[in-house]
């Protein structure tokens, strides 16, 4: 483990993509739905000063220096992230911010924590890039202290909404950035995971979040060219995808998907 602002890793199991993954996170946060669930995550693990939290899955680092901000330096703020060069960033950002933070390389599915070792957990946007997203909230249970607080934000990429473009295409694509063998329907789920791992007063809150034309194609045209080459369609989904850069070009690119906050409490022990 690794002590204040030191990232003490070896090595990236994922390797490059870094700076791809970097600009794609720091574009996300800049939409206003995502800054204000964000907040409303911050406001559940509240109160912030003299406690221990984990941001799981912490990616730039961004939000946990946030966090560590919010609590005046007094609480220990844990940033965990699967990639070396995510937490490398994290470590930059949080001496720009002038913040504390811990940072760790490991996964979601299997936390190098002790039990019963933080008093609130946050984990935004990663539960969807695990195969088994139940496991993953067990695991936030066991390191959760009695009475912690999980706040999950994911999304459920199988309520994207697209305009223009054919709808009997633009349906068969939806389904494909759904089932790319990730949980990127997650979202959905997440009450009902919650309430499977033992966690009580549950709350669950969906929103939308918009995508602008480039965002919605750094994300999602590797899946959408892979979902061709399964279909043998490449024409109709050329010309799909052509329509909708002509409608941004007009300004007529309209695109969204669904996500939900669920937030739960590790009951006592009885
Ligand atoms: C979409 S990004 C979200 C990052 C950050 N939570 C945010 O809201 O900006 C997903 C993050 O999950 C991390 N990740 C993916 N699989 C992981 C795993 N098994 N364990 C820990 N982190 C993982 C990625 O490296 C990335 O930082």
Request: hydrophobic share 40%.
């Amino acid at each position: 483990m690794s002590s204040a602002n030191d990232v003490t890793v070896s090595g990236d199991p994922q390797g490059a993509g870094t700076d791809y993954l970097l600009r794609v996170i720091d574009e996300i946060e800049k939409i206003p739905q995502i800054k204000k669930y964000r907040k409303k995550s911050y406001d559940f693990l509240e109160p912030l000063t003299g406690k221990s939290f984990l941001d799981a899955g912490c990616g730039s680092g961004s939000a946990l220096c946030e966090l560590a901000s919010l609590g005046g330096n007094t609480s220990q703020m844990h940033g965990l992230d699967i990639r070396r060069g995510l937490l490398e960033e994290a470590a930059r950002r949080a001496e720009t911010a002038r913040v504390k933070i811990r940072l760790t390389q490991g996964s979601v599915a299997d936390l190098p924590f002790d039990s019963e070792n933080f008093d609130g957990i946050r984990c935004e946007r990663t539960v969807s890039h695990l195969q088994s997203p139940i496991a993953v909230i067990k695991e936030f249970v066991r390191v959760l202290k009695p009475a912690g607080k999980l706040v999950v934000i994911d999304v459920d990429a199988d309520t994207a909404f697209i305009s223009p473009g054919n709808l009997n295409v633009t349906r068969r694509m939806v389904s494909s950035l759904a089932d790319n063998g990730m949980s990127l329907t997650v979202g959905r789920d997440l009450p009902g995971l919650f309430k499977m791992c033992g966690l009580v007063d549950i709350s669950a809150e969906s929103f939308v979040i918009p995508h602008s034309y480039e965002l919605f194609k750094s994300l999602y045209e590797k899946t959408v060219l892979e979902a061709i080459s399964r279909e043998g369609s490449a024409s109709e989904v050329g010309v799909w995808w052509e329509a909708l850069k002509e409608a941004d070009d007009a300004g007529l690119f309209f695109m969204g998907v669904t996500a939900t906050l669920v937030s739960g409490t590790k009951g006592l022990p009885s």
